[in-house]
C-alpha cells in the first residue's frame, strides 16, 4: 500500500519517529483510524508490524474501522427517527435501527413517515409490561417451572470430556444462592496472538498457569531412618514442566519455613529435607507441608486442558484464579472468563457480574433443553445486583433485607424473627406483598396499586 | 507481581461505564422521577468504578448491550 505523506507528516507530529510513522503509513493505516490510539499503542503496533504479526494488526484495523466509521450527513429520516429515543417516546434503540432499516427500502412522505411512527408508538407501548404488573413473581415461576423438568444429574460433562462441570438444577441453585465458590470452578481462557495459533506455545503457557505440585515432579519419601523427607526428582517430568531443579530447590527452601534445611544432590536429582527438630511430629508436619506446595503455576489451578476450538487454542481449567490468570502474560484478557460469579465481580465489576449470572443461568438452562424468556433471567440478575454487590435471593440477600417482619418470618425462620421483632418493638408498616397476605388486605401490586380519589360533583 | 494491569473495560462482560456530569444526571433523575437513593449502586471500589475515577455521588451511565433492545442506557450511584 501506498504510504501517504499526509499519515507520515501526522504520526510525526503525534511523537513517532520517521521510520516507524512510515511503516505504519506503509501498513495501510491512517491518521484517522489511528487516532483513538494511545502512543505506547502505536509504538508496539509498529512493533508488530515489523515481525509480521498480521493478525493482530488486522484485528486493531477492525476495531479502529468500528471506531471511525465514515461519517455520512444524517438524513431527515434519520434524525426524525433520533427524536423517538429520547422521552417521551423513548423507543429502544433496536426498534429506531429496525425502523431507519425498513423504511429507508421505500420512498416515504413525511405524512407517511408520521402514520408509521405512531402506529410503532402504539403497538410498543401495546406490547410493554403494564405498570404495577408483579413481574417478580412472574419471573420466579417462569424460572421455576422449567426448573422441575431439570434433572439432578450432575455426571453429564459439559463440552470437555475431560472436565466435570455442575450442571442442571444444582448449578442453577448455586447461582441464585450466589454461592462464593462454585463445586466446579472452571476457567475458560482464551489466548493472545502470538499464541493462540501456536501449539507449543500453547502447552508452554498451559504448564505457566497449571499448579505444580512437588507430587508431580516425583516421588517424596518419609525416611523416619534418618529423620529426614527425600523427593526423587524425575527428569522427564521436570522437563516437561518447564521447572528446573535450582527452581525446585529454591521454592521448597522458601516455603518449608524456618529452621528447615533442604540439602540437593543435582546429579541424581534428589532433595534431602530436614526439619527443624529431629522428632517424628516436625517429621510428618513437615511431610504434610511439602505435599501442600505450590512449585510452579497458579494455585488454585488444578488443570489445565488445551482444546482446539474454532482453529484457535483455547485452555479449559479445572479451578478459578481469574485475577492472577488475566495479568499473566500471552492469554487474551479480553475474552478469558469463568464460572466462578463471586471472581468475576471482584475483578471485573457488578455489571460483569451481572451479564455474568445471566450468561450461566441461561446456557444451565439451555443445556438441559429448556427455553425461558432473557426478561425473566434479567429480573433475577438485576434484582441480585441491584446494591453494587452479589447477593442471594434467600434470606442471606434480598429476601432476609426485607423491611417487614411478618415477610420475614413468613419466609424462613419464623420464630426468631417474631420473638426479636417482639423484644425490640418493631412495627410493620405493611407495605409489601406477604404481610398483607397474611393481614388479609389487598396487596399493593397490580390493581391493588391503583388508588381512587373522588373529586366531588360538578368537577 | 502484576505482570500487567488489567484494563477492566476493555473485558467481553463489562459493558461502557462514563461518569455523567452533574448537569445531566439531574435531568435523567428528573425524567425518571428517582431520588438519588432509589438508583442503583455501584461500589466506589468496583473495578470499573476505579477505572473511570468515578468518586462516592457521582452517577454512572452503563451503556449495556442488549439481547431484547441491542443497547441500554442504565444508570448506577457510586457509594462508600
Given at each position: 500500500m501506498a504510504a501517504s505523506k499526509r499519515t507520515i507528516d501526522a504520526l510525526k507530529k503525534r511523537g513517532i519517529n520517521d521510520d516507524d510513522a512510515k511503516t505504519l503509513a506503509e501498513a495501510g493505516f491512517t491518521a484517522s483510524k489511528l487516532r483513538g490510539k494511545s502512543l505506547d499503542n502505536l509504538v508496539e503496533l509498529t512493533k508488530d508490524i515489523s515481525k509480521g504479526v498480521q493478525q493482530e494488526v488486522a484485528e486493531i484495523k477492525e476495531s479502529a474501522e468500528e471506531e471511525a466509521p465514515e461519517e455520512k450527513p444524517k438524513t431527515p429520516l434519520d434524525l426524525r427517527?433520533?427524536?423517538?429515543?429520547?422521552?417521551?417516546?423513548?423507543?429502544?434503540?433496536?426498534?429506531?435501527?429496525?425502523?431507519?432499516?425498513?423504511?429507508?427500502?421505500?420512498?416515504?412522505?413525511?405524512?407517511?413517515?408520521?402514520?408509521i411512527i405512531d402506529e410503532v408508538i402504539e403497538q410498543y407501548n401495546r406490547a410493554k409490561v403494564e405498570p404495577c404488573e408483579a413481574v417478580g413473581i412472574i419471573a420466579a415461576q417462569s424460572i421455576g417451572e422449567p426448573g422441575t423438568q431439570m434433572t439432578m444429574r450432575t455426571f453429564h460433562y459439559a463440552g470437555v470430556a475431560e472436565l466435570n462441570v455442575t450442571l442442571g438444577l444444582p448449578r442453577l441453585i448455586e447461582i441464585v444462592d450466589a454461592r462464593k465458590v462454585p463445586t466446579t470452578p472452571v476457567m475458560k481462557i482464551y489466548l493472545d496472538a502470538d499464541h493462540r495459533h501456536d501449539r507449543d506455545k500453547a502447552r508452554e503457557l498451559g504448564w505457566v498457569i497449571e499448579a505444580t505440585k512437588t507430587s508431580h515432579l516425583g516421588d517424596?519419601?518419609?525416611?523416619?531412618?534418618?529423620?529426614?523427607?527425600q523427593i526423587r526428582l524425575n527428569d522427564v517430568m521436570l522437563r516437561r514442566?518447564?521447572?528446573?531443579?535450582?527452581?525446585?530447590k529454591e521454592k521448597i527452601e522458601k516455603k518449608a519455613g524456618t529452621g528447615v534445611n533442604v540439602e540437593g544432590d543435582e546429579k541424581d536429582l534428589i532433595l534431602t529435607i530436614t526439619p527443624k527438630e529431629p522428632t517424628y511430629r516436625e517429621l510428618l508436619q513437615l511431610r504434610k507441608k511439602v505435599n501442600k506446595i505450590t512449585l510452579k503455576g497458579i494455585d488454585g489451578i488444578s488443570r489445565v486442558v488445551i482444546r482446539n476450538e474454532d482453529g484457535e487454542y483455547v485452555m479449559y481449567t479445572e479451578g478459578s484464579a481469574l485475577k492472577e490468570v488475566l495479568s499473566k502474560e500471552g492469554i487474551d484478557a479480553a475474552r478469558t472468563k469463568t464460572n466462578n460469579i463471586m471472581e468475576i465481580a471482584d475483578v471485573l465489576g457488578i455489571e460483569a457480574a451481572r451479564n455474568a449470572i445471566m450468561e450461566e443461568a441461561l446456557s444451565t438452562l439451555s443445556e438441559q433443553g429448556l427455553d425461558v424468556d432473557i426478561r425473566h433471567i434479567m429480573?433475577?440478575?438485576?434484582?441480585?445486583?441491584?446494591?453494587?454487590?452479589?447477593?442471594q435471593i434467600g434470606r442471606h440477600g434480598v429476601a432476609g433485607e426485607q423491611v417487614s417482619v411478618l415477610s420475614r418470618a413468613a419466609f424462613e425462620v419464623t420464630v426468631n424473627h417474631l420473638l426479636d421483632a417482639a423484644?425490640?418493638?418493631?412495627?410493620d408498616e405493611l407495605c409489601g406483598v406477604s404481610e398483607n397476605v397474611i393481614v388479609g388486605q389487598p396487596i399493593n401490586m397490580g390493581t391493588g396499586r391503583i388508588k381512587l380519589v373522588a373529586t366531588g360533583y360538578g368537577v | 507481581m502484576k505482570k500487567k494491569d488489567i484494563d477492566v473495560l476493555k473485558h467481553e462482560l463489562v459493558p461502557e461505564h462514563v461518569v455523567m456530569d452533574d448537569k445531566e444526571a439531574e435531568r435523567i433523575m428528573r425524567e425518571y422521577m428517582v431520588s438519588k437513593a432509589q438508583l442503583p449502586k455501584i461500589k466506589e471500589s468496583d473495578s470499573a468504578a476505579k477505572q473511570i475515577g468515578a468518586k462516592s455521588g457521582d452517577i454512572i451511565k452503563v451503556i449495556r448491550k442488549s439481547q431484547t433492545a441491542d443497547r441500554f442506557v442504565s444508570y448506577r450511584i457510586t457509594i462508600k
Open positions: 427517527l433520533e427524536e423517538l429515543l429520547n422521552p417521551p417516546t423513548s423507543l429502544p434503540y433496536r426498534m429506531v435501527k429496525d425502523m431507519k432499516a425498513e423504511i429507508s427500502k421505500h420512498k416515504v412522505t413525511k405524512k407517511h413517515l408520521e402514520k517424596i519419601l518419609t525416611i523416619p531412618d534418618g529423620m529426614v523427607i514442566r518447564k521447572i528446573t531443579f535450582e527452581e525446585v429480573m433475577i440478575a438485576d434484582v441480585m445486583t441491584r446494591d453494587g454487590e452479589v447477593k423484644i425490640a418493638g418493631e412495627i | -
